[in-house]
């Protein structure tokens, strides 16, 4: 089991730092679901294929080696709303070793 | 009026299994789908994609497994209304239900299963305060009849095809036309973008890029947008117009079934888990993604899976006095509707020595 720690700032505003682990083939969405530092039901509503934009969150620090966005992140950031330079689609971010100490905060909802 | 056994809402793959299971049990199925084909997601948004978690598959394409599961229901003869919206559900004196799409088209049943997915798309709406407010008074989501910006003042919203494709369309029908959209790039087809671009320079539309609308001015009609442009030092600015068209994409959501009065939790709807998928309102189940219960998952497989439970139930709902004994396949076959018949070979049934 390896696991590295990533704050996350909720909806609410307040910081949650947790373990997230590299070895179970997880995204940041499902980390942020499996925590549960969002209301069900209005993070990953599409399951995960850059398809609603439910679980934008927003990049906080930059050391760290990101994926680069895929066609279908930048189509969907380019119509979701809420969007800052620093937006990136959670569930397309999977978690590995490189991520350590990463700092993000979770977009807000739409209604 | 379609009448039907089992009225099923959502053609997508857990309500093209429950036809076959249907089926089995002599039950025809009528499906209802807002897309123009069956399959759901896997048709409309990811049919060249490889699922890996079909039993029996290691992998089959989405596009490829709705296929199969057409011919595998094809004996069965289900109808489909397809390209219409659930919208309204009436419970009828004998039990039974009523269901009328957005294009008035009546169906009856004495159960309805709601399949519905992530539900029905929808256009994304801006978040700007009050815009419900000028919905049919300046403000649209979808073009529907493009004289109706004849000779008119219209802001578009939005960086895709949409965006791009209604504005060169609107070029030489409105008076005005304003492209406001949050960046300089624009994600839509490029032969769209180069002619954007050309109506730009020659002052057919107005494009406003590093902007976007952030509120509505109207009395009890639109009349103006507030554009808030990225650099600071241009700030924000009012624009007159007489209509707004925000064109952002589609999300899934429950929309009509979600004032059916069933009870919804986390988006989905609230189901028995324990014994037959049925929902707060007897007679109605909700199989696949469209419902939550304790340990749900959002999975093809346990959509199939409960459409199976979710048949006997309403096998037995339809049918108060009959007695069902499950049968398997093996054994018993499938007769389908259409008077075919499949059944093993007896040399592939071993005896018991």
Redesign the interface.
């Given at each position: 089991m390896s696991d590295i720690k990533i704050t996350i700032i909720d909806r609410q505003g307040e910081a949650h730092t947790i373990d997230a682990p590299t070895d179970m083939n997880m995204n940041l969405m499902e980390v942020i679901r499996s925590y549960e530092l969002a209301e069900e039901g209005t993070i990953g509503i599409c399951g995960g294929m850059a398809m609603c934009a439910s679980c934008q969150c927003y990049i906080l620090n930059f050391e760290h080696m990101l994926p680069e966005k895929s066609i279908e992140e930048e189509d969907m950031l380019d119509q979701a709303f809420f969007v800052e330079d620093n937006s990136r689609l959670s569930c397309q971010i999977p978690i590995t070793e490189d991520l350590e100490g990463l700092e993000i905060r979770i977009a807000p909802a739409l209604e | 009026m379609i009448k039907t056994d089992m009225l099923i809402i959502g053609a997508g793959p857990t309500g093209l299994f429950a036809v076959f299971e249907a089926g089995l049990l002599k039950m025809k199925c009528h499906l209802i789908d807002a897309l123009p084909q069956p399959g759901g997601q896997c048709s409309e948004?990811?049919p060249k994609k490889p699922i890996y978690d079909i039993p029996g598959f290691p992998e089959v394409l989405a596009g490829d497994l709705v296929d199969n599961l057409m011919e595998q229901i094809k004996p069965f003869e289900p109808g489909f209304t397809l390209g219409e919206r659930a919208e309204t559900i009436e419970k009828q004196e004998d039990g039974s239900f009523i269901v009328t799409t957005n294009k008035g088209t009546s169906h009856q049943a004495p159960v309805v299963v709601i399949a519905g997915g992530?539900g029905s798309f929808e256009p994304?709406?801006?978040?700007i305060k009050g815009i419900q407010d000028y919905e049919d008074k300046g403000v649209a989501y979808i073009i529907r009849d493009p004289e109706v910006y004849r000779d008119k003042k219209v802001v578009i919203a939005?960086?895709?095809d949409s965006a791009l494709d209604w504005s060169i369309f609107l070029a030489d029908v409105a008076k005005e036309v304003s492209l406001v959209h949050?960046?300089k790039d624009f994600?839509g087809a490029l032969d769209s973008v180069e002619k954007v671009e050309e109506l730009s320079k020659i002052g057919k539309i107005n494009l406003i890029t590093d902007a976007e609308v952030v509120d509505l001015k109207g009395e009890g009609q639109l009349d103006a947008v507030l554009i808030r442009h990225k650099d600071e030092a241009r700030g924000e600015e009012l624009k007159e117009t007489d209509h707004f068209i925000p064109l952002?994409?589609l999300?899934?959501k429950l929309g009509p079934i979600a004032n059916w009065g069933l009870e919804i939790?986390?988006?989905?709807i609230k189901v028995d888990n324990t014994y037959d998928y049925q929902t707060n309102i007897p007679g109605i189940y909700a199989i696949g993604d469209v419902n939550t219960y304790k340990g749900k998952l959002?999975l093809i497989l346990c959509g199939f899976h409960e459409a199976a439970i979710m048949c006997q139930s309403a096998y037995q709902k339809i049918n108060p006095d009959k007695k069902y004994v499950m049968k398997y396949t093996t054994v018993s076959g499938v007769s389908g509707f259409d008077g075919s018949k499949k059944e093993a070979k007896r040399e592939v049934v071993k005896s018991i020595n």
């Amino acid at each position: 089991m390896s696991d590295i720690k990533i704050t996350i700032i909720d909806r609410q505003g307040e910081a949650h730092t947790i373990d997230a682990p590299t070895d179970m083939n997880m995204n940041l969405m499902e980390v942020i679901r499996s925590y549960e530092l969002a209301e069900e039901g209005t993070i990953g509503i599409c399951g995960g294929m850059a398809m609603c934009a439910s679980c934008q969150c927003y990049i906080l620090n930059f050391e760290h080696m990101l994926p680069e966005k895929s066609i279908e992140e930048e189509d969907m950031l380019d119509q979701a709303f809420f969007v800052e330079d620093n937006s990136r689609l959670s569930c397309q971010i999977p978690i590995t070793e490189d991520l350590e100490g990463l700092e993000i905060r979770i977009a807000p909802a739409l209604e | 009026m379609i009448k039907t056994d089992m009225l099923i809402i959502g053609a997508g793959p857990t309500g093209l299994f429950a036809v076959f299971e249907a089926g089995l049990l002599k039950m025809k199925c009528h499906l209802i789908d807002a897309l123009p084909q069956p399959g759901g997601q896997c048709s409309e948004i990811y049919p060249k994609k490889p699922i890996y978690d079909i039993p029996g598959f290691p992998e089959v394409l989405a596009g490829d497994l709705v296929d199969n599961l057409m011919e595998q229901i094809k004996p069965f003869e289900p109808g489909f209304t397809l390209g219409e919206r659930a919208e309204t559900i009436e419970k009828q004196e004998d039990g039974s239900f009523i269901v009328t799409t957005n294009k008035g088209t009546s169906h009856q049943a004495p159960v309805v299963v709601i399949a519905g997915g992530l539900g029905s798309f929808e256009p994304r709406k801006p978040p700007i305060k009050g815009i419900q407010d000028y919905e049919d008074k300046g403000v649209a989501y979808i073009i529907r009849d493009p004289e109706v910006y004849r000779d008119k003042k219209v802001v578009i919203a939005g960086g895709g095809d949409s965006a791009l494709d209604w504005s060169i369309f609107l070029a030489d029908v409105a008076k005005e036309v304003s492209l406001v959209h949050r960046r300089k790039d624009f994600r839509g087809a490029l032969d769209s973008v180069e002619k954007v671009e050309e109506l730009s320079k020659i002052g057919k539309i107005n494009l406003i890029t590093d902007a976007e609308v952030v509120d509505l001015k109207g009395e009890g009609q639109l009349d103006a947008v507030l554009i808030r442009h990225k650099d600071e030092a241009r700030g924000e600015e009012l624009k007159e117009t007489d209509h707004f068209i925000p064109l952002f994409g589609l999300s899934p959501k429950l929309g009509p079934i979600a004032n059916w009065g069933l009870e919804i939790e986390k988006n989905a709807i609230k189901v028995d888990n324990t014994y037959d998928y049925q929902t707060n309102i007897p007679g109605i189940y909700a199989i696949g993604d469209v419902n939550t219960y304790k340990g749900k998952l959002k999975l093809i497989l346990c959509g199939f899976h409960e459409a199976a439970i979710m048949c006997q139930s309403a096998y037995q709902k339809i049918n108060p006095d009959k007695k069902y004994v499950m049968k398997y396949t093996t054994v018993s076959g499938v007769s389908g509707f259409d008077g075919s018949k499949k059944e093993a070979k007896r040399e592939v049934v071993k005896s018991i020595n």
